[in-house]
């Protein structure tokens, strides 16, 4: 699979359908889902905004049932909240709350990647190669928007390290986090952008060659500073 594949691929979200499909959602609850989870990671639905069923089915083209099922997996991931008459809102997240994930994905993570060091495919491999080769030519040779182009490479590299891991339960818990707006640039942090993504790149690189020699101590070590290395930054 090329470059473009890959980040096509992501861009269309057919690898997680393909997985939440399989776990049994339905498509028409993956659609909104996808739709509201994606207006949320975006910054189109802000914390405190009111997600009413019906305008929500209207704008997405599905009914409400599939719509109030996708409500309910969001709530369980934190993005959303039930609150006053049983109304739906985009959740808040206060700096605690931040912190505290982030130190849970670390150490998720970091368990993930020495697994993945010990269990992953060649092919799976070749995949890590081509997205840390795509992200370093965006930040480096500018072949690409560093805020519209990154991200998608960076949480496909993420997750083919969770998967290469073969602990599908750790994979479903990290799946709601790896795209969470916590290190998203903003404010202040966007004039750092280009050097926060060239730290990522050196991590990346860090935890390929340590996956590539089967190092899981070196491979977890490495994984668990690139995600605290977020916290100095963004809070």
Same mark, same amino acid.
């Given at each position: 699979?090329? *470059?473009?594949?890959?980040?096509? @691929?992501?861009?269309?979200?057919?690898?997680?359908? &393909?997985?939440?499909?399989? *776990?049994?959602?339905?498509?028409?609850?993956?659609?909104?889902? @996808?739709?509201?989870?994606? &207006?949320?990671?975006?910054?189109?639905?802000?914390?405190?905004? =009111?997600?009413?069923?019906?305008?929500? $089915?209207?704008?997405?083209?599905?009914?409400?049932?599939?719509?109030?099922?996708?409500?309910?997996?969001? @709530?369980?991931?934190?993005?959303?909240? =039930?609150?006053?008459?049983?109304?739906?809102?985009?959740? &808040?997240?206060?700096?605690?709350?931040?912190?505290?994930?982030?130190?849970?994905?670390?150490?998720?993570?970091?368990?993930? $990647?020495?697994? $993945?060091?010990? *269990?992953?495919?060649?092919?799976?491999?070749?995949?890590?190669?081509?997205?840390?080769?795509?992200?370093?030519? /965006?930040?480096?040779?500018?072949?690409?928007?560093?805020?519209?182009?990154?991200?998608?490479?960076?949480?496909?590299?993420?997750?083919?390290?969770?998967?290469?891991?073969?602990?599908? @339960?750790?994979?479903?818990? =990290?799946?709601?986090?790896? &795209?969470?707006?916590?290190?998203?640039?903003?404010?202040?942090?966007? *004039?750092?952008?280009?050097?926060?993504?060239?730290?990522?790149?050196?991590?990346?690189?860090?935890?390929?060659?340590? /996956?590539?020699?089967?190092?899981?101590?070196?491979?977890?070590?490495?994984?668990?500073?690139?995600?605290?290395?977020?916290?100095?930054?963004?809070?």
């Amino acid at each position: 699979m090329t *470059n473009e594949d890959t980040a096509e @691929r992501v861009a269309l979200g057919e690898e997680q359908e &393909d997985q939440f499909t399989a *776990n049994g959602m339905s498509r028409a609850v993956f659609t909104a889902y @996808r739709s509201i989870r994606k &207006d949320i990671m975006t910054g189109e639905l802000r914390a405190g905004d =009111l997600l009413p069923e019906k305008e929500l $089915a209207e704008r997405i083209g599905v009914s409400r049932t599939p719509v109030r099922e996708a409500l309910s997996r969001l @709530r369980t991931e934190g993005l959303v909240v =039930l609150e006053r008459y049983r109304k739906n809102y985009v959740a &808040d997240f206060s700096d605690a709350d931040i912190i505290e994930l982030i130190e849970l994905r670390a150490l998720l993570e970091g368990r993930a $990647a020495g697994l $993945a060091a010990k *269990n992953i495919s060649e092919e799976e491999l070749a995949k890590l190669r081509d997205l840390a080769l795509a992200m370093e030519a /965006i930040v480096y040779s500018g072949d690409g928007d560093l805020e519209i182009d990154f991200p998608p490479l960076n949480e496909e590299f993420h997750r083919i390290i969770c998967a290469a891991a073969n602990s599908p @339960r750790a994979e479903r818990i =990290l799946e709601s986090s790896l &795209d969470l707006p916590f290190d998203r640039p903003h404010g202040k942090m966007r *004039n750092k952008l280009k050097f926060k993504l060239e730290r990522s790149c050196h991590y990346h690189r860090a935890i390929l060659e340590a /996956i590539e020699m089967r190092d899981q101590a070196s491979a977890s070590q490495h994984m668990q500073s690139h995600v605290l290395s977020i916290l100095p930054y963004r809070l």
